[in-house]
């Protein structure tokens, strides 16, 4: 079984397997250009002195858990031979493929400061310290048409705004552009609404069913109607395009086309999963529900029953950083829209971690207490 990817979803895929399996003995390969799993959630909160991105080495755990790690990347597949191609010429022959291999992030507004996962937390320090001291009067938050999910920039726009008023910085004025037609609308009704009330007490302003198309570095030019917005310094997040891999179907936006089971259509024993994939929400405990669902069907050794069954319906669990105490988020989603959402201050799942992710939660935080997967500081370590 070959899985290209060293990610939440790649590593997810290798313990749910282990779990599913009842004893029967995969033999795994873990395909990764990096050499560690990287948890992108904590970024936020590290340019507020907030825990560290943290990155826990991938040859201890592909060790730990009995697969066999090759540093290199998911080139081309074939899937009449079963073969992949790797970006340095290598072939590897699969039974099972399981395409893991994330989403690839582009600055979405020119002039505008995009957060990407691995920026420098420092960089974004400077944004806040300018809006501490008031050289900064007027901040834009900007979601992109393509970004997948939006939460990091809710974080840190409620995050600064909280900073700003810690420190009696007063007449900032903060708005927050958003495509969605209502604040963090994948979790539309209580769980929305919520996030609403909290951009309200914290004095964001929000533009919602809005797309930010030009900055001048003044000024953003806002659609439909042409809009102008002043902002003396704008913050947006990356737009997502899909992985590009060669022998794979893919939609207009390099993304691999999957079914609601994570099977590659036309492609006998090709799974995807997580950010790599059309599904709309780039979420990781989405990206987790995905392998497992994907693992289970490789498990059971054959997946023809499985367009018999209906698809597995994801379910939204998020934790929303605000400065303050976290708000807790989840909702069950059907077609892409969430059919019941809830909001909460204390944390409905276990253990509490940003990706609630089935195996990969758990994994993490028994190695963390066990050292025995090393955590670094992704910026000093
Ligand atoms: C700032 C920020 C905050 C976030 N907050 C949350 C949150 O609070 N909760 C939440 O659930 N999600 C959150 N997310 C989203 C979450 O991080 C992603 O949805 C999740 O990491 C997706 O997992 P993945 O395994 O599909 O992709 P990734 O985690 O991106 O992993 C992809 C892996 O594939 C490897 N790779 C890339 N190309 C190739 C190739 N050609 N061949 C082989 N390997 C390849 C990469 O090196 C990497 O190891 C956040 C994301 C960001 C950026």
């Given at each position: ?5 060293g ?9 749910a397997?282990?779990?599913a399996s ?5 033999d ?7 050499r560690?799993l ?5 970024s ?5 002195g ?11 755990i592909?060790?730990d858990?009995g ?19 790797t970006?340095?010429?290598?072939e590897?022959?699969y039974?099972?493929?399981v ?5 690839r992030?582009t ?8 957060f ?11 944004i ?7 050289v900064?009067r ?8 393509t970004?997948?999910?939006?939460l ?5 726009a ?11 910085a007063g ?5 927050l552009?958003?495509p969605?037609?209502?604040p963090?609308?994948?979790f ?55 992985p590009?891999?060669a ?5 207009a936006?390099?993304?691999?086309r ?6 590659v ?6 799974y ?12 990781g ?7 497992d ?9 054959s ?11 994801p379910h939204l ?8 105490d ?7 989603i059907?077609g ?12 409905p799942?276990w ?5 609630a992710a ?24």
């Open positions: 079984m070959l899985i290209a990817g990610g939440v979803a790649a590593i997810e895929t290798v313990l397997l282990r779990a009842g004893g029967v003995a995969f795994v390969t873990v395909l990764a250009p990096g560690d990287v948890y992108r959630p904590l936020v909160g590290e340019p507020f907030r825990p560290l991105l943290k990155r826990y080495a991938l040859d201890a592909c060790a858990l697969a066999t790690l090759v540093h290199d990347v998911l080139g081309a597949v074939d899937g009449y031979r079963k073969t992949v191609t970006g340095s010429g290598i590897l022959g039974d099972a493929l395409v893991a291999t994330g989403a992030a600055e979405s507004l020119p002039n505008a400061f995009t990407f996962a691995d920026t420098d937390p420092e960089d974004f320090q400077w806040v310290r300018e809006v501490e001291e008031g900064t007027t901040i834009a938050f900007v979601v992109p048409l970004s997948g999910w939006p990091p920039l809710y974080e840190l409620l995050m600064t705004a909280e900073r700003a008023w810690a420190v009696g007449d900032v004025a903060f708005t552009v958003t969605e037609d209502s963090l609308a994948i539309q009704g209580a769980g929305s609404h919520a996030v609403a009330r909290l951009l309200g007490v914290a004095g964001i302003e929000v533009e919602s069913n809005t797309y930010a198309h030009d900055y001048d570095g003044r000024v953003v030019r806002l659609s439909p109607g042409d809009r102008r917005l002043a902002a003396d310094r704008v913050v947006a997040l990356p737009s997502l395009s899909g590009d891999i022998g794979l179907p893919l939609d936006n390099r993304f691999v999957v079914d609601d089971h994570g099977r259509p036309g492609l006998d024993g090709v995807a999963v997580g950010d790599a994939t059309t599904f709309a929400i780039k979420q405990g989405i990206a987790a529900q995905q392998a669902a994907v693992a289970a069907l490789i498990a059971r050794g997946d023809v029953d499985a367009a018999r069954q209906p698809a597995p319906r669990r998020a934790i929303l950083l605000t400065g303050r976290p708000l807790y988020l989840t909702a069950t059907t892409g829209e969430s059919i019941t959402s809830n909001a909460s201050r204390d944390c799942w253990p509490p971690h940003k990706i089935r195996h990969l939660a758990p994994y993490l935080a028994d190695h963390e207490q066990r050292g025995a997967a090393p955590v670094l500081d992704l910026h000093r370590g």
